[in-house]
């Protein structure tokens, strides 16, 4: 019998769609609707597939959605020059172009021209650095959603050990920050981490950010902990995460789903950041 709460990113990301929805409803009212522009570049399958859960979204909280399809051969100034004209478009509230990029494409690059109020991935330096000096701008839309999901279920993050496994500017960076914002004691391992699991097993809130499949198991976990899985591995026995769900949800006391975690709540985020960049801008 266990008691482990399961956080469910789905449940979370309703709410907060709702939340935002009402907004987006008194804007449009005042005239101003927010508009997101995806930039896709190429034909990656999942990439396809993430840029609809995306346009979904949009769609069921009222924000304008745009989606740009460009052929992978694209060269870098062309691009440039595609960003260059969405960040002049005053209807265009929220830029994002999804990665990976092709790789004769220089991902920094393109991220660095897209104006950073409207840098709604929350990827561009100026946005990191807001983020790391007072925790203003627009961010990174993994992490704020897990944030979102702690808040929401009132777990506790002053005084306590946050271990990140994962250092990635997307998830692992942003993650320390925001939970050091809180008041977590935190600790980011990686792939060179000697002893990994001497840090896990002191860790209150554990977050996954590793892309292996059930990387972390049971015996890493303290008992009580909270773990955030932020793995998304297509594998030949499915969809897993970065933590082996079943034995881990045996110790801990609240624990992700994948499917149904983070990922609900990356997308969620990236709706509050679209309404947040027009506000700031227009609103
Ligand atoms: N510029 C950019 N911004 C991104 O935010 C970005 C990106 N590029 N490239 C790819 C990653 C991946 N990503 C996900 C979004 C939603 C789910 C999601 O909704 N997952 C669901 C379904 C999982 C599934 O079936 O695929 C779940 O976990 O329940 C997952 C992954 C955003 N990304």
């Known amino acids: 019998m266990s008691q482990t709460k399961i956080l469910d990113g ?5 709410e907060l769609e709702a939340e935002i929805g009402q907004v987006v409803e008194n804007l449009t009212k005042q005239g101003i609707t927010p508009g997101l ?9 999942a990439s396809e597939i993430y840029v609809s859960y995306k346009e979904k979204a949009c769609k069921r909280v ?26 002049q478009d005053d209807s265009v509230d929220g830029i994002l172009v999804q990665l990976p990029l092709p790789e004769h494409i220089d991902e920094e690059k393109v991220i660095n021209t ?27 839309c993994t992490p704020r959603g897990i944030m979102e999901i702690l808040h929401r279920y009132e777990i506790e993050v002053e005084g306590k050990n946050a271990v990140i496994i994962g250092r990635s500017n997307i998830v692992g960076k942003p993650m320390a920050q925001m939970l050091l914002q809180e008041n977590a004691t935190v600790t980011i391992c990686h792939s060179r981490t ?34 955030i899985d932020v793995g998304i591995n297509r594998t030949e026995n ?16 609240a624990i992700t789903p994948v499917p149904g975690g983070v990922g609900p709540m990356t997308i969620a985020t990236l709706l509050k950041n ?7 801008r227009r609103g």
């Open 238 to 253: 499915g969809l897993l995460g970065d933590v082996e769900f079943k034995g881990v949800k045996e110790k801990a006391a």
């Open 62 to 87: 009222g924000i304008n959605s745009n989606l740009i399809k460009l052929p992978a051969e694209i060269n870098e100034e062309e691009l440039l020059g595609e960003v260059e004209r969405l960040n």
């Open 194 to 227: 000697k002893d990994l699991k001497e840090h896990t097993l002191k860790a209150d809130i554990l977050v996954a950010a590793v892309g292996r499949a059930e990387f972390v198991t049971a015996d890493m976990v303290k008992k009580g902990a909270v773990i």
């Open 114 to 140: 897209i104006r950073a109020d409207k840098d709604v991935d929350g990827f561009h330096p100026i946005n990191i650095g807001k983020l790391m000096i007072n925790g203003s701008g627009l961010h990174s």
């Open 37 to 45: 522009t995806v930039i896709l570049v190429g034909d990656n399958p």
């Open 274 to 280: 679209t309404l947040k960049a027009c506000q700031e």
């Open 10 to 14: 789905r449940k979370v990301a309703k």
